[in-house]
């Protein structure tokens, strides 16, 4: 799975499959989660995660859910969508990406 257009984007995009095991990770990614191992393809998302977070990906695996939140760590602020992605209309697995968003970040209302 090697999606090259998302290799050099400036967004961490994480794919993993229904047993939440690793099978895409971007640059950004690599280097987002640089503190869990060097090589995370075919290890566990549950091995990077609290409980509360585990169960939260066992959820989303299990009903399709989203999981769409912002976070602010060590001034830098991101907002995490992680969804199912699916093939032939079943869940296959988990997509997260994770954006930097600039502090003072516009937000507009549109008509």
């Not at 400036?10 to 191992?37: E, R």
């Not at 695996?61 to 969508?81: F, M, Q, R």
Request: aromatic share 8%; glycine share 4%.
């Amino acid at each position: 799975m090697e999606p090259i257009w998302t290799e050099n984007l400036n967004i961490a995009i994480t794919v993993c499959n229904t047993k939440a095991d690793i099978l895409y990770m971007n640059a950004k990614s690599k280097a987002t989660f640089a503190k869990y191992g060097e090589d995370l393809l075919n290890k566990s998302l549950y091995n990077c995660h609290g409980e509360a977070s585990s169960e939260k990906i066992r959820q989303m695996l299990s009903d399709g859910s989203e999981n769409i939140y912002t976070i602010e760590k060590a001034g830098v602020k991101k907002i995490i969508v992680q969804m199912p992605w699916k093939q032939d209309e079943l869940i296959a697995g988990l997509v997260e990406l994770s954006i930097e968003l600039p502090i003072d970040m516009p937000h507009f209302v549109r008509k």
